[in-house]
């Protein structure tokens, strides 16, 4: 996928998971993440591809239940269903509530179809990822809070900061485990 498109994709699954979990609908932002990753996997290599895309959501898990838990973070629709649905007297499907939400799952494993295209100038910077996960990862909550999303907790200055602080761990975590799982790099239209 061209950089520009990789790009644009990601936007519009941001605004997928966001949007969609604001308005109680948080399956939607699965279904984009899971359809932009299944388009970014390289192909001839998919199997792989996707086993480093879903180790990314993995420590992506890891850095938002973390912030959850430390109370920085809070939020919207953690199921991947509305709370009720009209049709039945269920309620939304099971998703451990210790658990960063499906959505923001998804939506680490899309940022992860990232690496290798759009952000693929990064790769050659390792400092720079963290300087970028450090301002960028605040920005992109206050973002997701304006829409509703999100309820940043707590002094707001400080959760921010350790918003930042978790993601320069965890961005470049997510970036060596996804290039340790994926491998090299084969030739376009490979």
């Known amino acids: 996928m061209k950089a520009f498109a990789n790009f644009v994709g990601f936007q519009a699954v941001w605004f997928a ?4 979990a604001a308005r109680g609908a948080g399956w939607l932002g699965v279904v984009a993440g899971i359809v932009f990753a299944l ?14 895309l879903a180790l990314v959501g993995v420590v992506g898990c890891g850095v938002d239940s973390l912030q959850r838990a430390a109370g920085w973070i809070e939020y919207a629709n953690p199921g991947l269903a509305p ?3 009209p049709w039945s007297s269920s309620t939304a499907l099971a998703w451990p509530a210790a658990l960063a939400p499906a959505w923001i799952v998804a939506l680490w494993v899309a940022f992860g179809a990232t690496f290798r295209s759009s952000m693929r100038w990064l790769g050659a910077y390792p400092v720079v990822r963290v300087v970028f996960a450090l301002v960028g990862a605040p920005v992109s909550y206050l973002g997701a809070e ?4 999100v309820v940043i907790q707590g002094d707001r200055a400080s ?9 320069a761990f965890g961005f470049p975590l997510a970036w060596w485990a996804e290039e340790r ?5 084969v ?3 490979a």
């Open 187 to 189: 030739a376009p239209g």
């Open 181 to 185: 799982v994926r491998g090299a790099d």
């Open 17 to 20: 998971c966001v949007f969609g």
């Open 39 to 52: 388009v970014c996997a390289e192909r001839g290599r998919r199997v792989r591809s996707l086993a480093a």
């Open 146 to 149: 304006r829409m509703e999303a």
């Open 83 to 85: 709370v009720a649905e």
């Open 159 to 167: 959760s921010l900061a350790f918003i930042g602080l978790a993601w």
